[in-house]
């Protein structure tokens, strides 16, 4: 394995941290195009699969039987801050499928958003199951199962009959069949799959350009969940950070995921993209990703500017001044 390195952190102009790693990016038949390290490293999909995960729902066309709005369907993609917009969401979608949040495996936690956070405690309030970020995605997957007459106990489990129509689809996206993929067990009690990067940036590509996939109900599925993300990109995190800044270009279909894995697929070009920041950073990503949109060539400036924005080339400390700078040293 040869990582390269990504991006160098300067302070006082004396390189003090380097976020080495991974990036392909595959062209609309899923050929390597561009790379930086290893194009064909491994790495657990961690959240950036939820909308692959999301797609058997689609496929059995769950959303006709719960009557949820666009804005609860994006959740099932998210990786929320449990902002009150996503509270309310989530409170909805268990009623609509008459289920408690106490059926969620996803431990109690407090609200990833800090803003969130202060007023749940401000309000004496405690830890829930569906301020875990990954609760939409569970919520999903419980209302597979009572459209499809699953059992909803054991729903996380491998070999419950959901998750293998997860896995398959999964598979079908990377083009890979199910003994290829390397299965573990996610931090939300779900399953989790290791892919090559390539197969994830192809992964992607399909789901920005449906028109390669070949079987119809995933096609309409993969078309479905992609122009939700668009349509309602503050669904799918939180203020200030990446996913809502790219999936508000409708040329992109974009989700991040835990220890340093991001993925996103260009629909006008037709490439698709996937990178490991190796010791599991994600505050690079905004950096990267700006970075690897303009070597490509990217025509969408305003996408690339939101991200500079977000990226923090300077290094300011606690009073508030510019002691270093962040620095993208790879070359696709």
Known sequence: MTEARLVEEYRGGWLENVHAGHICVVDGRGAILRSAGDPSFSAFMRSSAKPLQALPFFMHRVFERFPFSEAELAMLAASHRAEPRHAAALESMLAKIGLTEEMLVCHPTYPLGAAACRDVVAAGGGKRRIYHNCSGKHIGVLALCLARGYPTEGYWRHEHPAQAEIRRAIAGMAGLTEAEIVAGTDGC??????????????????????????????????????????????????????????????????????????????????????????????????????????????????????????AATDIVNDNGLVVGENRAVFRL
């Open 189 to 310: 009690g779900l399953p989790v799959y290791a892919l090559p990067l390539d197969r994830i940036a192809y992964a992607f590509l399909r789901l920005a350009n449906p028109d390669l996939i070949e079987d119809a109900a995933l096609r309409a599925a993969a078309a479905t969940i992609g122009g939700i993300m668009n349509r309602h990109p503050d669904m799918l995190s939180g203020e200030g950070l990446i996913c809502p800044a790219l999936n508000r270009d409708e040329n992109v279909v974009a989700k991040g995921g835990a220890k340093g894995v991001y993925a996103f697929g260009l629909r006008k070009e037709r490439l698709g993209v996937a990178l490991k920041v190796l010791d599991g950073s994600e505050e690079e990503w905004p950096l990267i990703v700006a970075t690897i949109l303009a070597q490509l060539g990217y025509e969408g400036t305003e996408t690339i500017g939101r991200l500079r924005e977000l």
